[in-house]
């Protein structure tokens, strides 16, 4: 769907003016002040029918935040992820929502549920395929085993973050390792999933100290490496 021409057009040259003083919407690392920009699935849906255009200056409802950026001395290891591996900038979520739906993807390939409930799910999952071919896997967490959703099918495969670098170290990831940061669960600055309103520059440390692990270990020269994010809103 294309905004109206008049739209468009005021639209360039807010743009025009934004990036001719593009300090003046640099970001602080942490900010407690504005609402989490478009991380909900109401405001996207909004955005999504009045039109692609009118995103930019409506999400969370506040434009010059919305269209704000990082530099980088906040999140260096994020630069240099982006300058020295492979990034995949047409890569989506699975759903327009929330974040427990969009996880539910990532285990098992499908949802269901379209909000964050806790209620116990019962669907396969990838855990379930690579136990049935007998490749050695794990799932690795902080704060909260987002696995626990199973209740306890997953447990005996359900390890701490503490455990997933004492494995990489000695060498003994399994074939395959997920690990989940630590979440935002209240809103006290202890996150370091980039969820609003996390520090950022924790989630970049995180991910730092993840890969240090990884690629200081012996089995680095046959491991592949992916940072996902499970959903679209937030930090990125």
């Not at 970001?27 to 255009?53: E, H």
């Not at 240099?80 to 890569?91: Q, V």
């Not at 499908?110 to 209620?119: A, G, P, S």
Request: glycine share 8%; hydrophobic share 35%.
């Amino acid at each position: 769907m294309r905004a109206p021409l008049e739209d468009r057009s005021a639209l360039k040259g807010f743009l025009t003016q934004t990036w001719l003083s593009a300090n003046a919407y640099r970001r602080n690392a942490k900010s407690t002040t504005l609402q989490s920009p478009a991380s909900i699935s109401r405001s996207a849906r909004t955005n999504l029918t009045i039109g692609k255009v009118r995103l930019i200056y409506q999400a969370a409802g506040a434009a010059t935040y919305c269209i704000g950026y990082y530099g980088e001395k906040d999140i260096p290891f994020y630069a240099n992820l982006g300058r020295n591996y492979t990034t995949c900038d047409h890569y989506f979520a699975a759903i327009l929502g929330p974040p427990f739906p969009n996880r539910m993807f990532i285990h098992a390939a499908q949802t269901d549920r379209l909000d964050d409930t806790i209620t116990p799910s019962t669907l396969p999952t990838i855990w379930d395929s690579l136990a049935a071919t007998g490749v050695s896997h794990a799932y690795y967490f902080n704060n909260v085993p987002y696995l626990a959703l199973w209740g306890i099918k997953y447990l005996d495969i359900t390890r701490t973050y503490s455990q997933f670098k004492e494995d990489a170290a000695g060498g003994n990831l399994p074939a395959v390792s997920f690990l989940d940061p630590r979440y935002t669960v209240l809103d006290d600055g202890t996150g370091n999933d980039d969820h609003p309103h996390a520090d950022i520059r924790e989630g970049d440390r995180f991910l730092y100290d993840v890969f240090e692990a990884v690629s200081k270990g012996p089995a680095w020269p046959s491991t592949v490496f992916v940072v996902n994010f499970d959903e679209w809103g937030g930090f990125f």
